[in-house]
């Protein structure tokens, strides 16, 4: 039997002097001129990497705790021998500025201070020029998730003085999972470029430092092709459509989901200063399962998705990232969970709410 061909099959290697080209795209996505990094795995392994560079006996770290994310990290940090403080929003919530600034002025020693920008698993958005200000002017180096908000998310790390940035494609990009990055500032750098350090490991940063430092060319490894020509090509649309542009319709579809759930009434989880714009979030009414809610939508070919982590298992995430951030989503995505809620036997009004949604991009 002839096996079928497969473009797939027999992929051509990635050419290995267009990965620092790839690094320097990636870094004026970000607006920055510190050193890119990039990471042949998804972006946890990338968050990994970070907290295993930078751990050490005697380094103490703030870990803000707003999702499972968060816990990991601060998990990592303390495998590696640092003292680890972490401060834990309320479940499901951003954490408060002011939490912040008791936990500063309480342990002046820190040096690390990570967080996650914005959270996909409930919704909600980090107050994160407000903490990188506080951090930059006690000289405290800054770790940001933001795995789930470039693109949806205004984000310039030379601006905001962030000094490690972890970013995914996958998301707000509309790129490939397998493949990550990350920004990496000199004062960091003097944090993990130590005798000690992690080498010769997919989760040492020394060892891509060296790949930086070469000039580029092959990366550490053996580096998977499709996954670098998917980013490749995300980046090429990314760059055609602009970033601003893509952040601004990312605004535009969590305004447009919001106006339109509450026309039919629904409870937002988080005020819209304090929501993502990759997916807006509702507590269902008592008495409805969010399971059945999930389910009837999928049923007419909408995807709704239940929130994670602690404090969330009452909640329904409204997906509008990357190619979902169009009116044709948002508006389907609305007018799934008011006929879900009618099926309950909870009023909506799917008129209202669909002018709402309309009117937002209409206007």
Do not use: C
């Amino acid at each position: 039997m002839t096996e079928a061909w497969n473009p797939l099959y027999g992929a051509p290697v990635y050419p290995a002097e267009r990965h620092a080209t790839l690094a320097r795209r990636i870094g004026l996505l970000l607006k920055t001129d510190n050193d890119v990094l990039l990471v042949q795995a998804e972006a946890v392994v990338a968050l990994e990497a970070v907290a295993t560079s930078l751990a050490k006996p005697g380094l103490s770290a703030f870990n803000i705790v707003t999702s499972p994310y968060g816990g990991w990290f601060g998990q990592w940090l303390r495998r590696g021998g640092a003292t680890v403080i972490d401060i834990v929003a309320r479940p499901g919530r951003p954490i408060e500025v002011e939490a912040i600034i008791a936990a500063l002025d309480a342990n002046p020693g820190v040096r690390v201070l990570a967080l996650v920008h914005a959270e996909s698993a409930s919704g909600i958005l980090n107050p994160l020029p407000e903490i990188a200000a506080l951090a930059r002017a006690r000289g405290i180096v800054t770790v940001v998730d933001a795995v789930a908000s470039v693109g949806g998310h205004a984000l310039d790390v030379a601006g905001s003085g962030i000094d490690i940035a972890v970013i995914g494609p996958q998301k707000a990009l509309g790129g490939p999972a397998g493949v990550s990055a990350l920004s990496v500032s000199p004062r960091a750098w003097e944090l993990i470029l130590r005798d000690d350090a992690p080498r010769d490991s997919i989760l040492s940063l020394v060892d891509l430092k060296a790949w930086v430092d070469a000039g580029g060319g092959a990366l550490p490894g053996t580096p998977a092709p499709l996954e670098f020509f998917a980013l490749e090509a995300s980046l090429d649309r990314v760059e055609a459509e602009g970033i601003e542009q893509i952040v601004a319709r990312h605004e535009r579809a969590a305004s447009a989901s919001r106006a339109g759930l509450a026309a039919l009434g629904a409870s937002l989880w988080v005020p819209a200063e304090q929501a993502s714009n990759l997916v807006t979030t509702v507590s269902v009414p008592s008495g409805v399962e969010s399971s059945s809610v999930i389910g009837f939508s999928a049923g007419l070919g909408v995807e709704l998705t239940p929130g994670v982590g602690a404090g969330s298992s009452h909640l329904i995430r409204f997906n509008h990232t990357g190619p979902r951030a169009t009116f044709q989503t948002v508006l389907a995505n609305v007018v799934a969970y008011g006929a879900a809620l009618r099926r309950a036997g909870f009023p909506a009004n799917i008129a209202a709410a669909s002018e709402a949604v309309t009117k937002t991009y209409s206007g």
